[in-house]
Nanobody, 122 residues
Framework: QVQLVESGGGSVQAGGSLRLSCTAS??????MGWFRQAPGKERERVAA????????DYVDSVQGRFTISRDNDKNTIYLEMNKLKPEDTAVYYC?????????????????WGQGTQVTVSS
């Protein structure tokens, strides 16, 4: 079992930057990811990162603008978001998945944080 707590959300103008953090409590090694859900839309996977941090995966709409990273010593993952657009506005969730031998894109996530709001104004 792992508990996830996000921080770092806020309001920013288009073109600006934010960095989200997610700290995990509890033992274990997990694939970690960031998801987002905008009002009236389905939840969308934004990025994921393997346990060792050497593999990452991004949705096309954020490729080149967002960077996911992790510090396993601190049990924390990050999402650096640059060149933010109004369409990036959503509640962002951190998630964790048990390790398995499969592609990063195939993971389904087992644990979720409470979410943090990101609002980008034009």
């Amino acid at each position: 079992q792992v508990q996830l707590v996000e921080s770092g959300g806020g309001s920013v103008q288009a073109g600006g930057s934010l960095r989200l953090s997610c700290t995990a409590s509890g033992r274990g090694a997990y694939v970690m990811g960031w998801f987002r859900q905008a009002p009236g839309k389905e939840r969308e996977r934004v990025a994921a990162i393997a346990w060792h941090g050497g593999l990452t995966d991004y949705v096309d709409s954020v490729q080149g603008r967002f960077t996911i990273s992790r510090d396993n010593d601190k049990n924390t993952i990050y999402l650096e978001m640059n060149k933010l657009k109004p369409e990036d506005t959503a509640v962002y969730y951190c998630a964790a998945a048990h390790l398995a031998a499969k592609p990063l894109s195939a993971f389904e996530f087992d644990y979720w944080g409470q979410g943090t709001q990101v609002t980008v104004s034009s």
